[in-house]
């Protein structure tokens, strides 16, 4: 069988992957980004059949001939569709929110394959009322995970596998589960704090950063997560002025993208002057930490009321 996976929602695409290999061997699993290796290679392995046995699947990542970029594998493509080695599922995957349909290659694999868009925003409780399938748990429940870890389906699925090892066969899920098994991420505040202190909101940005505190976070993880913070929308501004992509931005910083989304969002709301600003004030702060001449428990606090 062949597959085109596309769309912008990547979670969404690798658990179709996950059900298409369900049951699989590993080892009759490979994958390749058409970014750095050349199609007649992962070609030639969907031709072949597994020395393992049983069925094979050959991942094709970033098939972008299936869009309007201009290639020269889709004669390749064709090719493998007229003749479909039945031993091999065959899976391209296409990070793009359109398909350019006028194409021969996208009509031939619309005939013999199966072709599924992955655009539609993911509802976040009916995702985690999907992963806590057989487990009690209300919806004051679930709001308060999600209150606590956000909206990052990759992290909520984490999350709520650490759940479901510590309960065993306790299938009842609680607030205190939530509450004593789950980590609180910084960084669903940090933009808060960003905000309020750009603003000079300091009352809003003490009162964040006093809650923060009393999550037992320490101050100078606070200031490398802000330094870090104002570091990242400042090189995701640059580069997008040079015409970088969020992927290409995440692919160069080597950084998850849905960081590099919510900095690129977030970065909108300022100057790369104001960016660079304050990230020189925070890395004086951790100069002056290191070397003794500022305490670190009021070193941020200062920073703050500046």
Same mark, same amino acid.
């Given at each position: 069988?062949?597959?085109?996976?596309?769309?912008?929602?990547?979670?969404?695409?690798?658990?179709?992957?996950?059900?298409?290999?369900?049951?699989?061997?590993?080892?009759?699993?490979?994958?390749?980004?058409?970014?750095?290796?050349?199609?007649?290679?992962?070609?030639?392995?969907?031709?072949?059949?597994?020395?393992?046995?049983?069925?094979?699947?050959?991942?094709?990542?970033?098939?972008?001939?299936?869009?309007?970029?201009?290639?020269?594998?889709?004669?390749?493509?064709?090719?493998?569709?007229?003749?479909?080695?039945?031993?091999?599922?065959?899976?391209?995957?296409?990070?793009?929110?359109?398909?350019?349909?006028?194409?021969?290659?996208?009509?031939?694999?619309?005939?013999?394959?199966?072709?599924?868009?992955?655009?539609?925003?993911?509802?976040?409780?009916?995702?985690?009322?999907?992963?806590?399938?057989?487990?009690?748990?209300?919806?004051?429940?679930?709001?308060?995970?999600?209150?606590?870890?956000?909206?990052?389906?990759?992290?909520?699925?984490?999350?709520?596998?650490?759940?479901?090892?510590?309960?065993?066969?306790?299938?009842?899920?609680?607030?205190?589960?939530?509450?004593?098994?789950?980590?609180?991420?910084?960084?669903?505040?940090?933009?808060?704090?960003?905000?309020?202190?750009?603003?000079?909101?300091?009352?809003? &940005?003490?009162?964040?950063?006093?809650?923060?505190?009393?999550?037992?976070?320490?101050?100078?993880?606070?200031?490398?997560?802000?330094?870090?913070?104002?570091?990242?929308?400042?090189?995701?501004?640059?580069?997008?002025?040079?015409?970088?992509?969020?992927?290409?931005?995440?692919?160069?910083?080597?950084?998850?993208?849905?960081?590099?989304?919510?900095?690129?969002?977030?970065?909108?709301?300022?100057?790369?002057?104001?960016?660079?600003?304050?990230?020189?004030?925070? &890395?004086?702060?951790?100069?002056?930490?290191?070397?003794?001449?500022?305490?670190?428990?009021? &070193?941020?606090?200062?920073?703050?009321?500046?």
């Amino acid at each position: 069988m062949v597959y085109l996976l596309y769309g912008t929602k990547d979670f969404q695409i690798n658990e179709e992957i996950k059900k298409i290999t369900k049951n699989q061997n590993e080892m009759n699993i490979n994958k390749y980004d058409l970014d750095n290796s050349l199609i007649q290679n992962a070609i030639e392995d969907a031709e072949t059949i597994s020395m393992f046995g049983d069925k094979k699947t050959v991942i094709i990542d970033n098939a972008n001939m299936f869009t309007g970029t201009t290639s020269k594998d889709s004669e390749i493509i064709e090719n493998y569709l007229n003749h479909i080695n039945s031993h091999t599922n065959l899976i391209f995957l296409v990070h793009n929110e359109k398909l350019d349909t006028r194409k021969k290659i996208t009509k031939l694999i619309k005939k013999v394959g199966i072709i599924k868009e992955f655009n539609d925003e993911l509802n976040q409780t009916t995702l985690i009322k999907k992963l806590f399938n057989g487990y009690n748990i209300e919806n004051k429940t679930i709001n308060l995970f999600l209150n606590r870890i956000g909206n990052n389906p990759l992290i909520i699925k984490n999350e709520i596998n650490k759940i479901k090892i510590y309960k065993g066969d306790d299938k009842t899920i609680t607030d205190e589960d939530i509450l004593n098994l789950t980590t609180k991420k910084v960084e669903i505040d940090i933009f808060k704090l960003i905000d309020y202190i750009v603003k000079k909101n300091k009352d809003k &940005a003490l009162e964040l950063y006093y809650e923060m505190l009393k999550m037992n976070e320490e101050p100078i993880k606070i200031i490398v997560i802000l330094a870090n913070q104002f570091r990242l929308m400042y090189q995701s501004k640059e580069l997008l002025k040079k015409g970088y992509s969020e992927k290409d931005i995440a692919s160069t910083l080597k950084i998850h993208p849905y960081r590099i989304k919510l900095a690129i969002q977030n970065g909108r709301n300022y100057t790369k002057e104001t960016l660079l600003k304050y990230l020189n004030s925070l &890395a004086d702060i951790d100069i002056g930490i290191k070397t003794g001449t500022l305490n670190k428990d009021l &070193a941020l606090e200062l920073f703050i009321l500046k």
